[in-house]
């Protein structure tokens, strides 16, 4: 059973840092793996997907990584923004593309 | 453009109670998901439409219907709510099924409280 993990759970930094977020999973066999962000009260909005093929995707000050064989991801944040203040979810999509195994997300605070 | 759509946004029920949760989506995006949120767990799937017409389990289907209307409606129904149903349900699409590489768009949740 593939299993999500997000560490730590929240971090706060201040504002102009640059960041990473951590993703790790238990089973390399995977299909994609995406990065979501959810501010408080809304649903997930899609901001990376990295093909099992794929080794990074970037979109703006965002850029994400996949070591499958390590069971890992990163999201970079550059220069960080109080706008970026969220929580941040990995999901990965298992080598039979039956579902999507969502991890519990970090909390982040950009502070002024 | 209005995405994925979810009512009600908030609804309180009684032990016992059915209700059903709508949603919709002006994407033109063939496949539809069910979601739900409890603090301390990721999301899990409820129950997912690949195509209109078709519809197969998740990972917690047990307590819960669905029907896929048409292809922009996709709606969950709770037949006899218990307070375990207790949860944020979230509503996805995307323009393929599971075998696909695109994103999954999502609705803002429907936050129920079984009593």
């Known amino acids: 059973k593939q299993e999500v993990t997000q560490i730590p759970a929240a971090l706060s930094v201040p504002e102009g840092e640059n960041l990473v977020l951590n993703c790790s999973f238990t089973d390399s066999a995977i299909y994609n793996l995406q990065w979501f962000r959810q501010d408080p009260g809304k649903g997930l909005t899609s901001l990376l997907l990295i093909q099992s093929s794929q080794r990074e995707q970037t979109s703006g000050r965002l850029n994400a990584s996949l070591d499958k064989s390590s069971g890992r991801s990163t999201l970079y944040i550059a220069a960080s923004q109080p706008g970026d203040s969220a929580t941040y979810l990995c999901a990965v999509k298992d080598g039979t593309a039956s579902k999507l195994t969502f991890g519990t997300g970090t909390r982040l605070q950009v502070t002024l | 453009n209005a995405g994925v759509t979810q009512t009600p946004k908030f609804q309180v029920l009684k032990t016992g109670q059915s209700m059903t949760l709508q949603c919709a989506q002006d994407?033109?995006?063939?496949?539809m998901y069910w979601y739900r949120q409890d603090p301390g767990m990721g999301l899990r799937l409820i129950y997912y439409s690949a195509s209109e017409g078709t519809t197969d389990k998740g990972e917690v289907p047990n307590g819960y219907n669905v029907s896929r209307l048409n292809k922009r409606e996709f709606s969950l129904r709770l037949e006899s709510a218990a307070p375990s149903q207790t949860s944020v349900y979230f509503c996805?699409?995307?323009?393929?099924?599971?075998?696909?590489?695109?994103?999954?768009?999502f609705g803002d949740g429907t936050r129920l409280s079984i009593l």
């Open positions: 996805a699409s995307s323009e393929l099924g599971l075998w696909g590489n695109q994103p999954q768009h």
């Open positions: 994407m033109n995006h063939n496949s």
